[in-house]
């Protein structure tokens, strides 16, 4: 047995360099090895070592909305005027065969043999002929005197009034009642006794805020 050792120790002291330098070469090699390993494994994550890598940005979910979210559509603030609409009468007696001016100078009255003011524009038709409201408005009151026959008054809004004297008895119409532009109010006559001598006529008033105006204002005569 001791001899045995012996020959062990002999062939390691003469062949202690070989081993040595055999250990040293399977150092590097294995260290070479792993080199080569992990160089792969890069290359297998970056196929390009040499191009950065880029990240994908991040995109909004709703990309094809160009608008800014915090843009929102304003009404339009722009003020309006408001516009006007000029009250135009249509011809309380559409053929009459006359027209009797209206004046606030005094003028004769035949029937009452004097000199008087007269507020209104008489319409001559022979009696019976339809008078017609001149606007939209409401039946204000319809009145009958022995001295100036049935009157009504229509009411226009915003003051406006027209007043329709000398008809006939018997009118159709109501206080309270919606009448438009057109409506028979009711015809022709010879009531007004305070102008009998004229013969058959409307006697026409217009009142703003309850002044009396001239009817001309509002009606086209050159109609007639």
């Not at 559509?73 to 065969?97: H, I, L, Q, Y």
């Not at 009157?151 to 109501?174: C, K, M, P, Q, R």
Request: charged letters at 20%; hydrophobic letters at 35%.
């Amino acid at each position: 047995m001791k001899e045995t050792e012996n020959k062990f120790l002999n062939f390691m002291r003469k062949n202690a360099v070989y081993l040595i330098l055999t250990l040293c070469i399977l150092a590097i090699g294995t260290s070479v090895a792993l080199m080569l390993v992990n160089r792969q494994n890069q290359l297998d994550a970056n196929p390009n070592p040499d191009s950065p890598s880029i990240e994908s940005p991040d995109v909004p979910s709703d990309s094809t909305d160009d608008t800014p979210s915090d843009v929102v559509d304003k009404p339009d603030d722009t003020p309006t005027s408001p516009v006007d609409t000029p009250v135009v009468f249509v011809m309380p007696v559409e053929t009459p065969t006359t027209v009797g001016e209206y004046s606030e100078s005094m003028v004769w009255n035949s029937t009452l043999g004097r000199f008087s003011a007269h507020l209104a524009i008489d319409f001559f038709a022979n009696e019976g002929t339809d008078v017609l409201c001149v606007y939209d408005g409401v039946v204000k009151s319809v009145d009958s005197s022995l001295l100036k026959g049935t009157t009504i008054v229509i009411d226009h809004g915003d003051g406006l009034e027209t007043v329709y004297n000398s008809l006939a008895d018997g009118e159709s119409v109501f206080v309270g009642q919606a009448v438009s532009q057109g409506t028979k109010l009711g015809s022709v006559s010879v009531t007004n006794r305070q102008e009998a001598g004229d013969g058959a006529h409307l006697h026409f008033e217009v009142l703003e805020n309850g002044v009396n105006v001239d009817p001309s204002k509002y009606l086209v005569l050159d109609e007639k």
